[in-house]
């Protein structure tokens, strides 16, 4: 006779530790991948999901404690684990966001809203571009099947820091400090990947732009050449759209490997 549903998820106490690490994976994942419309409800939801998932397979490793006191250590432990792969792999899109401001500011989208600012523009909204961008991570994430994968790498994590450990967070300050910035400087490089090639045809154009003005000073004009370096700049980023979910891809596949 098979266990009941309930019964595979193990204890309370060790389903509440598996449910902290799930909690600090989904919270530092949607933070840093501009998750700004998943509520509380859709977080502790996804959060929920995971652990329920990953708890049958790792909840006979997870370390308990009858005290209430150090099982509360323990789920902040966990919550501060599942952050660090949160992070790791949300660096992603925040890397996305980051390439499409720096094509959207290339592309005089800044501009354009200093001089038309549109509802909202006072709390400062994300530029359109990185928007676009964070969609397009959102989308490759969801096209390689990236739940299953954050419950494949949740489930890893066991391995590498078993419950109540020190391997995830770090062994030392030193190591931690390392890891977090071996983390942004792939992220930095990876914006840069996905900006660069845009970036630099606008310089081109705008190049060519200048040249032609010294023939025709009405191009100098910036009011002139600002609907051009627009049109530019989004045509180029459609164009680049493709390229752009292929390096999204395999860094999703690198961070978070399906097996």
Request: zero cysteines.
């Amino acid at each position: 006779m098979p266990p009941p549903p309930f019964d595979l998820l193990g204890s309370p106490a060790a389903f509440l530790l598996v449910l902290s690490r799930s909690v600090g994976l989904v919270w530092a994942l949607a933070w840093l991948a501009g998750g700004a419309g998943a509520g509380l409800r859709v977080r502790l939801a996804a959060s929920a999901v995971i652990a329920a998932a990953v708890s049958p397979l790792v909840g006979d490793d997870v370390p308990t404690s009858s005290d209430p006191l150090a099982l509360g250590g323990l789920a902040l432990y966990e919550a501060m684990a599942g952050a660090v792969l949160g992070i790791g792999a949300g660096l992603i899109a925040a890397a996305a966001r980051l390439a499409g401001e720096v094509i959207g500011a290339q592309a005089g989208l800044s501009a354009a809203a200093s001089i038309a600012p549109g509802p909202g523009a006072e709390d400062g909204p994300e530029p359109p571009l990185a928007t676009l961008g964070g969609l397009v991570a959102l989308a490759t994430f969801a096209a390689l099947d990236g739940p299953f994968r954050l419950m494949i790498a949740l489930a890893g994590s066991y391995r590498i820091g078993p419950a109540g450990g020190v391997g995830v967070v770090g062994v030392t300050g030193e190591a931690s400090l390392r890891s977090a910035f071996a983390m942004v400087s792939q992220a930095i490089g990876l914006a840069l990947r996905l900006a660069a090639p845009i970036a630099l045809a606008l310089l081109v154009a705008q190049v060519a732009v200048g040249l032609l003005a010294r023939s025709a000073p009405a191009l100098s004009s910036f009011s002139a050449w600002l609907p051009v370096r627009l049109g530019i700049g989004l045509l180029l980023t459609l164009l680049g759209v493709a390229g752009m979910a292929s390096a999204l891809a395999s860094a999703w596949s690198a961070t978070l490997p399906a097996g």
